[in-house]
């Protein structure tokens, strides 16, 4: 009985150890579980869903571009491409192995697609070829096992309906720089586009939206299974023009052949209706890449398609710049509108000798005189007797060698010298400097776009800035009504006499620009040549009689003309550049008649629901008077 009281005492010791260690155990892996499942759940959560579930950035469609009656000028379309997910693939070199056999990559591709492998983050996929073919994309997807991460997206390309015709106002975009992607880590997007000049550049940021994002479920060898969760971008501003194509193909078919420009705007609110640079390009090459025979074609053509010279091509204005020297002298009392002042066919100062164009003189001549017989040696003595800081005080007034604000990109504010600007230089401003100043020569530079701004302002007396963009997503913007732009607060008495002098120009007897004469019945453009040199004619030259006809063509002057109608309610303004063109009256002149006629007929601004008011001055259709 002893023995079995003993015996019994053992198991219960024993069987109270196995019972505490079996508690211990499921104890311990209890608070292991409690840990994993309460504790860090979350973690191993995300970590389980890591391994199925990819994220995507998904580029906004970048914004449209619509001319002045709703034409789409600049667009998106879709195309077909192959991405690789780096997060969905252990070994990216077999992987483009594989890729390359069925869709050849060139060394430089190859370079590339490494290159952005090491350089973007892995949730970031790398385009390996955009603009797939059919059978390209039939080939990847026979062959998905063999490609782990690669997949077929769709992707967007610019495109350009209207081609080279809008080329230098719209721009064009291209594949982001290292720079570009520094400073937006969401252009490494593949696919993702930069504008790089015209609207295009200068509206960029509005144009690109900003990304959405996606979330998906992928297989081990990266397939999409499903998508779990998207959020959408936000698409990029579209915006209007004040451009009309119609007026722009008209334009262009009258500078066809040319190395010219020319630039048509509303003047009562500074609309840009029309802004050819002729010779042009196609802008959708950009996007796919251009080739190197194409680049080097446009490199190698002196007419430089590439440069928009309407707003960037800087030139001496010549006699267009005798309204402002005109406005100088008057405002600040140098010359009187009805004092006169006697060219007998050069100016001499010191042992300098500046000629008149009229080899024998103009005789006698008052402001309205010398503006319509465009008179240098009257110029000259207007701009010695008002002095270089007035003149280039009052040429910034009307929008000569000062940023006009226009809203494209890569538009210089041209140069219009003064003795501080010189001093730069290290050099002295000497009188014959002012002397050449008032005719448009010498150091002064504008653009196209700056005369036509000139001539708006003459036709108009307000301050009007120069503008493209009319209506951004809709929104009609600041700067489309004449009321949105100041008076100028010069003497309406001075621009009543520069603007009978430009009507003589054009419509008088013994004009310099009887070409640019419109034929509209009961219709009148008052106007302005300009003849401006690119060589110097030295005075031997020109007293053995020298004809700029017989210089090369690269040597030959520049031909200009500025002008606006109608004369007594203007509605256009234009200013036109031939390049090497010679003389403004016989070159420039005829075709300002025809664009204005086309820019009258078509009527643009008539066509469309008034924006602004007729200019509230009255001007009336001048008598002829004598000079």
């Given at each position: 009985?002893?023995?079995?009281?003993?015996?019994?005492?053992?198991?219960?010791?024993?069987?109270?150890?196995?019972?505490?260690?079996?508690?211990?155990?499921?104890?311990?892996?209890?608070?292991?579980?409690?840990?994993?499942?309460?504790?860090?759940?979350?973690?191993?959560?995300?970590?389980?869903?890591?391994?199925?579930?990819?994220?995507?950035?998904?580029?906004?469609?970048?914004?449209?571009?619509?001319?002045?009656?709703?034409?789409?000028?600049?667009?998106?379309?879709?195309?077909?491409?192959?991405?690789?997910?780096?997060?969905?693939?252990?070994?990216?070199?077999?992987?483009?192995?594989?890729?390359?056999?069925?869709?050849?990559?060139?060394?430089?591709?190859?370079?590339?697609?490494?290159?952005?492998?090491?350089?973007?983050?892995?949730?970031?996929?790398?385009?390996?070829?955009?603009?797939?073919?059919?059978?390209?994309?039939?080939?990847?997807?026979?062959?998905?096992?063999?490609?782990?991460?690669?997949?077929?997206?769709?992707?967007?390309?610019?495109?350009?309906?209207?081609?080279?015709?809008?080329?230098?106002?719209?721009?064009?975009?291209?594949?982001?720089?290292?720079?570009?992607?520094?400073?937006?880590?969401?252009?490494?997007?593949?696919?993702?586009?930069?504008?790089?000049?015209?609207?295009?550049?200068?509206?960029?940021?509005?144009?690109?939206?900003?990304?959405?994002?996606?979330?998906?479920?992928?297989?081990?060898?990266?397939?999409?299974?499903?998508e779990l969760d998207r959020q959408e971008g936000t698409p990029g501003t579209d915006i209007g023009l004040s451009i009309d194509t119609m007026l722009q193909?008209?334009?262009?078919?009258?500078?066809?052949?040319?190395?010219?420009?020319?630039?048509?705007?509303?003047?009562?609110?500074?609309?840009?209706?029309?802004?050819?640079?002729?010779?042009?390009?196609?802008?959708?090459?950009?996007?796919?890449?251009?080739?190197?025979?194409?680049?080097?074609?446009?490199m190698n053509d002196p007419r430089k398609p590439l440069v928009n010279k309407a707003a960037a091509g800087l030139y001496p204005p010549g006699s267009t710049?005798?309204?402002?020297?005109?406005?100088?002298?008057?405002?600040?009392?140098?010359?009187?509108?009805?004092?006169?002042?006697?060219?007998?066919?050069?100016?001499?100062?010191?042992?300098?000798?500046?000629?008149?164009?009229?080899?024998?003189?103009?005789?006698?001549?008052?402001?309205?005189?010398?503006?319509?017989?465009?008179?240098?040696?009257?110029?000259?003595?207007?701009?010695?007797?008002?002095?270089?800081?007035?003149?280039?005080?009052?040429?910034?007034?009307?929008?000569?060698?000062?940023?006009?604000?226009?809203?494209?990109?890569?538009?210089?504010?041209?140069?219009?010298?003064?003795?501080?600007?010189?001093?730069?230089?290290?050099?002295?401003?000497?009188?014959?400097?002012?002397?050449?100043?008032?005719?448009?020569?010498?150091?002064?530079?504008?653009?196209?776009?700056?005369?036509?701004?000139?001539?708006?302002?003459?036709?108009?007396?307000?301050?009007?800035?120069?503008?493209?963009?009319?209506?951004?997503?809709?929104?009609?913007?600041?700067?489309?009504?004449?009321?949105?732009?100041?008076?100028?607060?010069?003497?309406?008495?001075?621009?009543?006499?520069?603007?009978?002098?430009?009507?003589?120009?054009?419509?008088?007897?013994?004009?310099?620009?009887?070409?640019?004469?419109?034929?509209?019945?009961?219709?009148?453009?008052?106007?302005?040549?300009?003849?401006?040199?690119?060589?110097?004619?030295?005075?031997?030259?020109?007293?053995?009689?020298?004809?700029?006809?017989?210089?090369?063509?690269?040597?030959?002057?520049?031909?200009?003309?500025?002008?606006?109608?109608?004369?007594?309610?203007?509605?256009?303004?234009?200013?036109?550049?031939?390049?090497?063109?010679?003389?403004?009256?016989?070159?420039?002149?005829?075709?300002?008649?025809?664009?204005?006629?086309?820019?009258?007929?078509?009527?643009?601004?008539?066509?469309?629901?008034?924006?602004?008011?007729?200019?509230?001055?009255?001007?009336?259709?001048?008598?002829?008077?004598?000079?």
């Open positions: 009985m002893k023995r079995e009281i003993m015996r019994s005492g053992i198991f219960t010791r024993r069987a109270l150890l196995v019972a505490g260690a079996e508690i211990g155990i499921f104890g311990l892996l209890g608070a292991r579980l409690y840990k994993m499942q309460v504790v860090d759940g979350a973690k191993y959560t995300a970590m389980a869903r890591g391994n199925s579930v990819s994220i995507r950035l998904l580029p906004a469609s970048r914004g449209r571009i619509f001319d002045r009656f709703g034409a789409e000028v600049a667009g998106n379309r879709q195309n077909w491409r192959a991405l690789l997910m780096v997060e969905q693939t252990n070994d990216t070199d077999s992987v483009l192995d594989a890729f390359s056999k069925l869709v050849a990559l060139s060394d430089s591709e190859r370079s590339r697609i490494i290159r952005e492998l090491h350089t973007h983050q892995r949730y970031v996929p790398v385009m390996l070829r955009d603009f797939l073919t059919w059978d390209q994309m039939a080939l990847i997807e026979v062959n998905a096992p063999d490609l782990p991460g690669v997949l077929i997206d769709v992707g967007a390309t610019r495109i350009y309906p209207k081609s080279e015709l809008l080329a230098h106002v719209v721009g064009y975009v291209g594949p982001p720089h290292d720079q570009d992607v520094k400073s937006d880590p969401t252009l490494s997007m593949p696919g993702m586009r930069v504008g790089r000049t015209g609207v295009e550049a200068f509206n960029d940021i509005a144009l690109r939206g900003h990304a959405g994002a996606q979330q998906l479920e992928v297989n081990a060898v990266g397939r999409v299974i499903r193909q008209a334009v262009t078919d009258r500078l066809d052949g040319l190395s010219a420009s020319a630039v048509v705007m509303d003047p009562r609110n500074g609309e840009v209706l029309a802004m050819v640079s002729q010779p042009g390009f196609d802008p959708s090459l950009f996007d796919a890449g251009v080739s190197n025979t194409q680049w080097q074609s446009w710049f005798k309204t402002v020297t005109a406005m100088a002298a008057m405002t600040s009392g140098a010359v009187g509108p009805n004092d006169t002042i006697f060219c007998p066919g050069h100016y001499d100062l010191g042992n300098a000798r500046f000629y008149c164009w009229k080899k024998g003189g103009h005789g006698p001549l008052d402001m309205r005189g010398g503006l319509k017989n465009s008179c240098d040696v009257f110029f000259y003595n207007a701009a010695l007797r008002t002095g270089i800081g007035p003149l280039a005080a009052m040429a910034n007034r009307f929008g000569i060698g000062v940023d006009d604000g226009m809203d494209i990109a890569n538009v210089p504010p041209g140069l219009m010298p003064t003795k501080a600007w010189r001093l730069k230089q290290k050099k002295p401003w000497a009188l014959g400097d002012t002397v050449i100043s008032g005719i448009g020569q010498g150091f002064i530079l504008t653009s196209p776009l700056q005369l036509a701004t000139l001539a708006s302002r003459v036709a108009t007396g307000r301050a009007v800035g120069p503008h493209v963009a009319r209506h951004r997503d809709g929104v009609i913007q600041q700067g489309t009504a004449a009321e949105d732009w100041p008076e100028m607060s010069l003497s309406e008495h001075h621009f009543t006499t520069i603007r009978e002098g430009m009507w003589d120009v054009v419509n008088a007897q013994h004009g310099t620009a009887p070409t640019a004469r419109l034929k509209l019945p009961g219709v009148q453009m008052a106007g302005k040549t300009g003849s401006a040199q690119v060589v110097r004619i030295g005075r031997a030259a020109r007293e053995r009689g020298f004809n700029s006809m017989n210089l090369p063509w690269a040597l030959r002057p520049h031909a200009l003309f500025i002008g606006f109608a109608p004369y007594d309610a203007p509605r256009y303004a234009l200013a036109i550049v031939v390049e090497h063109g010679n003389a403004g009256a016989d070159v420039a002149g005829p075709l300002a008649r025809d664009i204005m006629t086309d820019a009258l007929t078509l009527d643009p601004a008539g066509r469309d629901t008034p924006l602004a008011p007729k200019p509230t001055a009255q001007i009336t259709i001048p008598p002829v008077r004598a000079s």
